[in-house]
């Protein structure tokens, strides 16, 4: 489903991804751990296109994402093939984004409506479905700025899925939020990853969530993969000591 080949990222001369290569399968739940400036979170960005690769390439469902380096010009066929490309993939941010001048529902159903062409009633009740899942059917009508941070991340998280993306990326998602509120948020990725057959990349230093919930976690420092392994052993028995470090550091 996505597969990183040899790609660099640079801010000036700060190598911030050096070679990076790996992949992940259709349907797999990986959780990427390290320290802070690792370059976890621009491996999400890049994917979004919110950032050009200087070197390597990106695919993702077999499709090129990164033959546009930095620099390029794009041509009118390649934005077309960026615009499909970026509607296989949601991603949920740290901070929830939601749009604050509409209700629940209208954030949902926006871009459905506007860049899939869903029909108004079909993308309510997709809508609506969603908000069963997330545990939010009663706060449809509600604006963001009525909903606590928890809901409002789950709002976010229903809007991403209401493109039905392939692929789905959580930035921190419960970084933002109060401890208390940050269980609600986990049992709904929880079902998600249980429920659906999406292929989900996950940003986390919430480390039992990582443990009980991914199929693979990916341990990060400068750039590189430095362990990649089932939960089991990468938290029981992790092979490098700079891992061993950061989980004792964490947990
Ligand atoms: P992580 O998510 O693991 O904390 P990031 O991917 O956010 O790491 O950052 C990796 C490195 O890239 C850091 O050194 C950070 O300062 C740098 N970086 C990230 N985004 C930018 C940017 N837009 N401009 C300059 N440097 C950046």
Redesign the pocket.
């Known amino acids: 489903m996505i597969r990183f080949s040899g790609v660099v990222k640079r801010?000036?001369d700060?190598v911030?991804l050096d070679h990076l290569d790996f992949t992940v399968a259709p349907g797999e739940f990986v959780s990427l751990i390290?320290?802070?400036?690792?370059?976890?979170?621009?491996?999400l960005r890049l994917l979004m296109t919110l950032e050009k690769v200087d070197g390597g390439t990106i695919e993702v469902c077999g499709d090129y994402l990164s033959h546009v380096r930095k620099g390029d010009r794009l041509g009118r066929a390649d934005e077309k093939h960026l615009r499909a490309m970026r509607r296989r993939i949601g991603m949920v941010f740290q901070q929830f984004n939601l749009f604050p001048n509409m209700n629940v529902l209208r954030n949902i159903t926006e871009a459905p409506v506007r860049s899939l062409g869903l029909a108004a009633d079909e993308a309510e009740a997709r809508a609506l479905d969603l908000l069963d899942m997330v545990g939010l059917s009663d706060k449809a009508q509600a604006h963001p700025a009525q909903l606590s941070g928890g809901q409002q991340q789950r709002v976010a998280i229903a809007r991403a899925l209401a493109m039905r993306p392939d692929v789905l990326l959580l930035d921190e998602v419960t970084s933002a939020l109060d401890p208390e509120l940050v269980a609600d948020v986990l049992r709904v990725l929880r079902d998600i990853a249980t429920s659906t057959d999406i292929t989900i990349l996950c940003?986390t230093h919430e480390m039992q969530f990582a443990q009980d919930v991914s199929d693979r976690v990916m341990m990060?420092d400068h750039g590189r993969v430095l362990e990649d392994a089932v939960p089991e052993k990468l938290f029981s028995e992790p092979g490098h000591e700079r891992t061993r470090r950061f989980l004792r550091a964490v947990i």
């Open positions: 801010f000036g700060n911030v390290g320290p802070s400036g690792s370059g976890k979170t621009t491996i940003v990060f």
